[in-house]
């Protein structure tokens, strides 16, 4: 079972978000920031991990750069959730090394159709 | 797979309306001339949050309407725009509306989009100024692809992709034998992969790439949703498509714009005919059926019951072979189980409450408006925002709290030149605070402003009969005057406060809370109302005294003293009345077995007691036969399971399994109606 770490800090959207993929038959974790997705991230290893962009305490374009940093991460996919007025932010986690983008809103099967495109 | 959206709905509507709070408060917050970007950050977040969550939950109105907020908010941060205070006023009116907006799709109503859409369009009119380069270059980013999805082949021919990925591309978790596969799928693929870079095995660094692919992709799709495969890595590699024509026959479809046109417009009318319909105004608000708890509270919570299950064991254990030796062990059980019981009491009661600053959050809106409607200048201090209280109590202090704020910046607070004139800084401060105080809250509403008038509120007094000419009293019980029905000193009753509802309203609202208000005033120096809340409405610390063979509660915070009483100081002051002179003060006495209709044991006054209990700013001895101990019992309403009984507040079940009614003090004040002697001071002036 791939392991999947959510991180959003709206708790509407990673109870959506978690529902999804666990209905899926992925292994969630959620994390309310890019400091607490970071501090998870350090200590187990997953397959995906998916990221809003602002969020408090660490936003997702930071939390891209510290996990690329982490050995562990290195490869991993990391998609961000983006809206589409954010335009420049996807080239922005871009730059910091995420793999790719799912754009807000996007209903439940949009998620895993992105989320088989880096997952297998 | 279809999932029910519509689960997530009520956590949606809190975050937006917590969000909403986080974005009133922190335009509030701004200092325009210093801004903070941390601040214009929050207020950000929380509009971007609201869209994504909105235009995922299917709630377009609200998306579409905060997308022009966001943009806008996302200039100013981004420092592309200014703010100024129009901007703020705009803002706030948005937030508002917004909240209306939620409140009515909460409540399953059909949304009224007629402010929306005038904010939305003065929105438009600001962000149509300037920088519209930018605007347009945003619009290019968005759709890449937009072209690409014009071009459809339909002949015979194929799809030559060169794919030159950069030797980084894997560092950003992109797998080029993903995109592959996702290209196999959409058709016949011909893969041929170029391995000319490849350095030296020793050269060779395995976290880089060196391969490129020419690829043939025989497919019915058009370039569009090629280049979707590779949307992630544009950036990342060089990619080229291109059609290889292997007909003669080429034809190019492009969609009709007309069509386009069409759906716009229709929309439009539709969006026109939901503007006049006009509907019906929002309902005072949805009550929060759900509470947010911090983990800590429910980790103790668990923690708690663990150790409950622990003693519950244990007993257990004791009683499948007990014997007389082992009683001290079952004492030591059941203290044991005494002290889970009220832990776990405690825990259960903690998660109830909230932060006060849920309720002082509102204030700073408030008193930004009033002080603009009433030209004042007036700051708003807050102290002891996290103090912890019960969210039923919480909910009900609102109101009153808002109506003494409203009074306080209205009739308490002067203006800027009647300040100055005053020799006084020409900002008024307002403080709100909150504390703890044994087992209750107080909250304390502070204004500077010119105090009360208290030669005024005692002529108005008497010309409504609340008191005589004659009567001797004190700066603090004239006050206190203000507190009851039908008072009401502005000459002219203002648009701000004075409508409707009094004082005496604020008080019995309080009261019903089981709590107190009092005002302290110094003339020129300002006034304080001081409001006193138990902490829960569910528990209450009580005296359980003895009349006879009945046994009542009496709330402990009420209780100033217990006393023997002295004949020697106890006059009758005719109506059948005694009263008690105790130091400077006359007591009226009442005595709860007539009140109750029940045998005392004694009716002689010396051979019982006084407790003497303080209710509405007067004081009162009830004379019972006994002191009893004091415990924590659970309120049990009598209006739910009987009916309402005056100078009972609730009734409660011992430990013996008895019921005993729990005593309302300031109701069995105005039951046995002495109301005015408790207005009476021993000898002069005595404060």
Known sequence: MSSILAVDDSASMRQMVSFTLKGAGFDVTEANDGQQALDIAKTRSFDLVLSDVNMPVMDGITLVKNLRNLGDYKFTPILMLTTESAGDKKGEGKAAGATGWIVKPFNPDQLLKTIKRVLD | ?687
């Open chain 2, 1 to 687: 797979m279809s999932i029910d959206l519509s689960q997530f709905h009520q956590v949606f509507f809190e975050e937006c309306f917590e969000g909403l709070d986080v974005m009133e408060n922190g335009l509030l917050e701004l200092d325009l001339d210093d801004i903070d970007s941390e601040l214009i950050n929050s207020v950000f977040r929380a509009a971007h949050s609201i869209k994504g969550g909105s235009g995922t939950f299917g709630f377009s109105s609200v998306a579409d309407f905060t997308h022009v907020l966001e943009t806008l908010l996302d200039d100013i941060r981004s420092e592309k725009r200014t703010m100024d205070k129009q901007g703020v006023d705009l803002f706030l009116l948005s937030v508002d509306c917004l909240r209306q907006l939620l409140h009515q799709l909460h409540a399953k109503e059909e949304p009224d989009l007629d402010q929306a859409n005038q904010l939305k369009l003065k929105f438009e009119a600001i962000l149509a100024i300037g920088l519209d380069g930018e605007v347009a270059e945003v619009n290019d980013v968005t759709d890449v692809n937009k072209d690409d999805k014009l071009e459809v082949h339909d002949g015979i021919g194929y799809w030559e992709i060169i794919f030159k990925p950069h030797p980084e591309i894997v560092q950003t978790g992109n797998e080029p034998s993903r995109l592959l596969k996702q290209l196999a799928v959409m058709g016949e693929l011909d893969v041929e992969a170029n391995i000319e870079n490849l350095p030296d095995f020793t050269a060779l660094d395995p976290e880089l790439l060196f391969v490129k692919w020419t690829l043939k992709l025989r497919t019915k799709e058009n370039k569009g949703a090629i280049s979707e495969i590779f949307e992630w890595v544009v950036d990342d590699s060089d990619i080229t498509i291109t059609w290889i024509d292997e007909s003669v026959i080429q034809e190019t479809i492009t969609e009709n714009p007309k069509d386009t046109a069409d759906n716009i417009t229709s929309i439009k009318e539709n969006s026109e005919n939901k503007v006049t319909k006009k509907v019906s105004k929002p309902k005072a608000s949805v009550e929060s059926q759900s509470i947010r708890v911090a983990t800590d509270k429910v980790d103790s919570l668990i923690n708690m019951v663990g150790e409950l299950v622990i003693t519950q064991s244990m007993l257990g254990q004791l009683g499948k072979d007990f014997s007389m030796e082992r009683v001290h062990r079952l004492q030591e059980g059941l203290i044991q189980l005494e002290h889970n019981t009220r832990e776990l009491q405690e825990s259960v009661m903690r998660i109830r409450m909230l932060p006060i600053s849920f309720s002082f959050n509102r204030f700073p809106r408030l008193v930004r408006d009033l002080s603009h409607t009433l030209n004042k200048k007036i700051d708003l201090k807050l102290s002891g925002e996290n103090t912890e209280l019960d969210k039923t109590v919480m909910e009900k202090i609102g109101d009153p709290m808002v109506h003494m704020v409203r009074n306080s910046l209205d009739h308490g607070i002067e203006t800027p030149d009647v300040r100055k004139a005053a020799g006084k800084n020409e900002t008024g401060t307002l403080t709100l605070s909150a504390y703890h105080q044994g087992g209750n809250i107080i909250i304390e509403i502070n204004d500077d402003g010119a105090g009360l008038n208290t030669q005024k509120i005692k002529e108005k007094a008497i010309e409504k009969g609340l008191i005589k000419e004659s009567d001797n009293l004190d700066d603090d019980k004239i006050n206190d005057l203000i507190f009851q029905p039908g008072f009401s000193t502005a000459d002219v009753i203002s648009d701000v406060s004075g409508r409707g509802v009094g004082m005496d309203v604020v008080r019995r609202n309080i009261t019903e809370l089981s709590g107190t208000v009092e005002v302290k005033s110094v003339p020129g120096e300002g006034s304080t109302f001081k409001i006193r809340l138990p902490l829960t409405l569910a528990i209450l610390d009580g005296q359980l005294v003895r009349v006879g063979k009945e046994i009542y509660i009496l709330p402990l915070v009420s209780i100033v003293e217990s006393i023997l009483v002295d004949e020697e100081f106890v006059n009758n002051v005719g109506g059948g009345f005694e009263v008690l002179r105790l130091r400077e003060e006359y007591i009226p006495i009442i005595k709860l077995y007539d009140v109750f209709g029940v045998e005392p044991d004694s009716r002689k006054l010396t051979d019982g007691l006084l407790v003497v209990v303080e209710g509405e700013n007067k004081k009162v001895g009830f004379i019972v036969d006994e002191l009893m101990e004091q415990q924590q019992v659970v309120i049990k309403s009598l209006e739910a399971n009987f009916q309402k009984v005056d100078g009972v507040s609730g009734a409660t079940i011992l430990g013996d399994g008895t019921v005993a009614m729990i005593l309302d003090v300031p109701g069995l004040i105005q039951l046995s109606g002495i109301q005015l002697i408790s207005n009476l001071k021993a000898g002069n002036n005595a404060a």
